[in-house]
């Protein structure tokens, strides 16, 4: 049997059903054990641009030099990522990928355990996610781009990753057709590609009203797919794109926290729960399977209170 890409990538996709984000983190995870392992020099470098360089290059990629590879392998791995300043969330979820790929080999019958099961984890760190203060928030509401077309663009953005808690796989995925004007809502595709209804407040709806216009006139080219967000070549945006473009106005407004289009998720649901929120509802508005998942957000609202104490009570003063 030949061992490509292009045949795992299709084992993903029609024999598990995954969503297209799934399979495509499941081929970087893959990839970049790949990368790893033809390098010569432990300074070989694996990040997303590199990914994407060889995903350019052929889908036929030849994966069977990952028959032979062996737990030592992927621990090496774990330390090439952590020296490379992974968090180990980042290390544990794309080991959970690899893991999925040699489960595809075991099923092929091309190996005979999984190196994966062989290997202790790390375990996750308690750390709390970044989140952004009120103040904060409202300086990335307030940023205005000196493009205009560019700036009503990328304020609804802000606005819609904010006011919603969608995640920003989602964002870039909505199209004008998801969005009832009529009802104040949009229909976003979840992980797993569950549908979520997500509510609009009425000025957001009024703004996003006015940008349609802007749109078709500015950013849709020779072709209309349809997608709410378009860069100015008429694409649709990219993950990267909308990061990368949230630091930059980060920078220009002196936000100095490492923060990500995720970040807006967990300020959406801090201060939703800071505001008097229950926990099952905040559940339903970030598409959590599970509630021990919304729950880290009670720490960062504890955090918050304390913060109250030791500002207005005297015996914390």
């Not at 300043?85 to 999984?114: A, C, D, H, M, P």
């Not at 928030?137 to 808690?165: A, C, H, P, T, W």
Request: glycine share 4%; net charge positive; proline share 3%.
């Amino acid at each position: 049997m030949t061992l490509t890409l292009t045949l795992y990538l299709q084992y993903l996709h029609m024999e598990l059903g995954l969503a297209d984000n799934t399979v495509n983190a499941y081929q970087n995870d893959i990839l970049a054990l790949l990368l790893f392992h033809n390098s010569t020099t432990s300074n070989c470098i694996i990040d997303d641009e590199n990914i994407a360089s060889h995903i350019k290059q052929s889908k036929n990629i030849d994966l069977s030099p990952l028959i032979n590879i062996d737990n030592n392998n992927i621990i090496s791995l774990m330390a090439k990522m952590r020296k490379d300043g992974l968090s180990i969330e980042t290390i544990l979820r794309r080991l959970s990928g690899i893991s999925q790929f040699f489960n595809y080999l075991l099923i092929e019958k091309l190996i005979k355990v999984n190196p994966i099961e062989f290997i202790v984890k790390p375990k996750r760190w308690g750390k709390l996610p970044i989140f952004l203060t009120f103040e904060e928030v409202e300086q990335l509401l307030n940023f205005r781009d000196k493009n205009v077309d560019m700036g009503l663009r990328n304020s609804l953005m802000i606005e819609l990753l904010y006011s919603s808690g969608m995640r920003v796989s989602e964002l870039i995925s909505i199209k004008t057709t998801d969005i009832d004007f009529k009802r104040g809502i949009v229909t976003v595709m979840g992980k797993g590609s569950k549908m979520r209804i997500v509510p609009i407040y009425d000025k957001l709806l009024v703004d996003i009203k006015n940008y349609l216009p802007i749109r078709l006139e500015r950013f849709v080219k020779k072709s209309d797919d349809g997608y709410l967000f378009l860069n100015r070549y008429g694409d649709s945006l990219t993950r990267q794109y909308v990061w990368q473009w949230l630091k930059s106005v980060c920078k220009s407004v002196g936000i100095k926290k490492n923060i990500s289009p995720h970040t807006l998720r967990h300020c959406f649901a801090t201060h939703l729960l800071s505001g008097g929120a229950d926990l099952r509802t905040i559940q339903i508005f970030l598409g959590h399977e599970n509630i021990s998942t919304t729950e880290i957000y009670t720490h960062l609202a504890d955090d918050d209170k304390r913060n109250i104490l030791a500002n207005f009570h005297p015996r914390y003063k």
